[in-house]
């Protein structure tokens, strides 16, 4: 058995290189610190990525879905569907509209993304955008919804902050619904410290995201945007290595009983594979499992997420509602450490303390 005495294996971790320094030394030389030319370089940079037509660069992804709902004509009295199983932030800038999130259930622990089938039943009159997030990396039925979106007349923000580089059906998560939404924050695929992009093909959503970014106090900076150029050259090698960590946590998990994996293995060339989830088919044992991964054999965890609709500020303000599943999945996941320069050694180290602590009575 692994000791505590081993090194941590941290859930995250950032490595840089010393073409991203130096793309930061020189903006720091230059002076011209406020967001310039090196933020148009990096919009115009990551829209060649996506394919779409308009990216606009923000101080966070917060701010971006923010402008999203508002640039689609969201505002007081309207509803925005939304998930629960996600950042507060999905929900949060809804309530930054003066509008009322409306939370959908996830398809199922096989399949923590939003249901099609709950969205439409949940569509009224005042309903005005729904908000999609590409858990994990791994793409939510965009496609689906955005028919559905179109039947409707609603708008789908897509909150794409964990799929900077996913595909669904051959499309670019983030490109299917009237915006998308990215966040660089310092644990995410893409990060840079703070920061957010929106991209749309919407020329009217753009125009309307740039006034308000100065607006609002959501601008972004020369510095993290050089850092963003030059991370946005190393994506595609980082999340090949995330695509082969994950198959090979994949591979050994299933030989672990007590778990289930979301996803299909197929979903994961797809995806970004942004975090590892794994769901414990008894969620009665997951405090005590992370306690014995942190304490015994040094392995660090997270949980994504607790249910938004079970906050505090959710339940005063709107009443108690039922999620049968997205309650599920907020208490039997766990998030496993996961990151481009993970080795091997560390992965089975992983592995082996979760079939360690799921097997032990
Ligand atoms: C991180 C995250 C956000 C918010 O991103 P920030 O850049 O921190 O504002 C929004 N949605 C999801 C799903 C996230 O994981």
Sequence with gaps: MATAAQEPIPLFDLRL??????????VLRSGTLQMG???EAFERAFAAHLGSAHVVALSS?????????????????????????????????????????????????HDPSIDP?????????????????HFGGYAAPVHELR????????????DAAHAPAATAGGAMLGTVGQAGCFS????????????????????????????????????????????????????????AQRRRLTRRYRERLRAVDGLTLPYPDEAVDASSCYVMPIMLTDPGRRDAVRAA?????????????????????????????????????SRAEITLPLFPHMTTAQQDRVVAALACELGAP
């Design 17 to 26: 290189t010393d073409d991203d320094l130096r793309a930061v030394e020189d």
């Design 37 to 39: 030319a090196h933020a």
């Design 61 to 109: 992804c917060t701010a971006a879905l923010h402008l999203a709902f508002v640039a689609t004509g969201v505002g007081p009295g309207d509803e925005v569907i939304v998930p629960s199983y996600t950042f507060a932030a999905t929900a949060a800038a809804v309530l930054y509209c003066g509008a009322t999130p409306v939370f959908a259930d996830v398809i199922g622990p």
């Design 117 to 133: 089938a709950h969205v439409a039943a949940l569509i009224t009159p005042r309903t005005r955008a729904v908000a999609c997030v």
């Design 147 to 158: 028919a559905l979106c179109d039947r409707n007349g609603v708008a789908l923000v897509e």
């Design 184 to 239: 660089l924050f310092s644990n995410k695929v893409l990060s840079v410290g703070e920061g957010g992009l929106l991209c749309t093909d919407d020329a009217r959503i753009a125009e309307q995201a740039r006034r308000l970014r100065s607006r609002a106090g959501y601008r972004f900076d020369d510095m993290r945007a050089a850092l963003g150029l030059s991370r946005l050259r190393g994506l595609h090698d980082d999340i």
């Design 293 to 329: 991964l942190r304490s015994r054999h040094g392995v660090q965890t997270s949980l994504l997420y607790p249910a938004v609709h079970e906050f505090t500020a959710y339940l005063q303000r709107f009443g108690r509602i039922e999620l049968p599943r997205t309650e599920h999945c």
